[in-house]
């Protein structure tokens, strides 16, 4: 019977240590191309006469008296031939993308070591869902970079499905074991602020944007803004940091933050997801407006009364509600929720927490 082995460069290796018996595969094993389901069989050789059993119970092999065992066999996969179970031994840094485990039990694949060859890449993703298996993984968290989206048909076509993309990489993920999966959905909201800014004159400040609905035309609004999920590519933005830049970017008003004073939730608002808006309470630091020509038509201080009383406010129960507890605020019949840093034993994480501490001396409010 004829058969034949793999023709890496580290057969080498295996000669080294005479092993070349471990790495012959039968032809029908072959042809059946039951070895990850790709087609092998050019880059083989054929020998006559040696070992012709390929069966093994050990997940690893000691060849570190002659190789590395990193760089050499390390690894099974199991397999029939002709009904019979068999296991075998493959290279793992040659058939398996490097990856690392996380600590759900899943593996998340090095982006930055991917090959680049959408065959190659084929060859590779199919044993190392095979190795994954066999290790009894279970998610696994595929991150593709935008230069290798040539990889992303591939993927799609090997089971993985898309989870979340950015502007630079499409996220792909593969359950493996055959139970419901277990893996979380891409985030599901967006974290909108809003501030609300007013000086020793009793004014407040406000902005007429540039870009609106047509329901919203004439309106004189608070500034408001999107939380930056990365500022300057390396920090997460705060709810008290993100609005104090949102008003200083829209009007040029440096601020301070005081404390949220509610904050609102609703489904459905953009790409199908939900929104958090948080509207916060600021002390102003300077007077001087410079409107931001990109999305500000106009900012000016509004006297407070004339800001309430507009039509489009005075209609709306979401903001006449705000308009109340703002001039409840104001009046001392009402206290929000102020900031407060502190750091976790569950993940050692700096974290800010939110709260109403009704006893603080500092604090120039009382609740209702």
């Known amino acids: 019977m004829e058969l034949k082995f793999i023709d890496f460069k580290s057969m080498s290796m295996c000669k080294s240590v005479d092993m070349e018996g471990l790495m012959k595969f039968s032809s029908s094993f072959l042809d ?3 070895m990850f389901g790709v087609n092998v069989a050019p880059s083989f050789y054929s020998h006559r006469g040696l070992l012709t059993k390929a069966s093994y119970s050990s997940t690893s092999y000691d060849a570190t008296r002659s190789v590395s065992k990193k760089n050499f066999l390390e690894d099974t996969f199991s397999y029939k031939i002709n009904g019979t179970n068999h296991t075998s031994l493959y290279f793992r840094d040659k058939w398996v993308l490097d990856a690392s485990d996380d ?24 044993a190392s869902l095979s190795h994954w298996k066999v290790k009894g993984k279970k998610g696994v968290w595929l991150k593709l970079p935008l230069e290798k989206c040539d990889l992303v048909p591939v993927a799609v076509k090997e089971g993985f499905q898309y989870h979340h993309a950015e502007r630079g990489y499409v996220m792909m993920t593969y359950w493996i074991p055959e139970e419901p999966c277990m ?35 004439g309106l004189w609004k608070i500034p408001t803004g999107f939380i930056h999920e990365f500022l300057r590519q390396t920090q997460s933005e705060e709810i008290f940091t993100g609005i104090v830049r949102e008003v200083q970017e829209e009007t040029g008003i440096d601020t301070e933050f005081v404390e949220v004073m509610a904050f609102r939730h609703v489904h459905d608002v953009a790409f199908q997801k939900s929104d958090l808006f948080f509207i916060c309470l600021l002390r102003p630091l300077s007077k001087q407006i410079m409107v931001d020509d990109l999305e500000i038509q106009d900012a000016k201080w509004m006297p407070l009364v004339e800001f309430v009383e507009q039509p489009l406010i005075q209609e709306d129960d979401m903001f006449k509600k705000i308009i109340d507890i703002f001039i409840a605020r104001l009046g001392k019949r009402y206290c929000g929720l102020s900031v407060h840093q502190l750091v976790s034993k569950f993940d050692d994480k700096l974290s800010t927490l939110y709260f109403n501490t009704v006893d603080d001396p500092n604090l120039n409010c009382q609740a209702s």
Do not use: C, M, W
């Open 103 to 126: 600590e759900y039990g899943g593996v998340l694949v090095n982006a930055e070591r991917l090959p680049s060859d959408p065959d190659k890449f084929t060859f590779v993703l199919r």
């Open 183 to 217: 893996l979380p959905s891409n985030a599901s909201h967006q974290v909108g602020v809003g501030g609300f800014v007013i000086n020793d004159k009793n004014e407040v400040l406000v902005v007429q944007e540039k870009h609106f609905t047509p329901a919203l035309s």
């Open 32 to 34: 059946s191309k039951i």
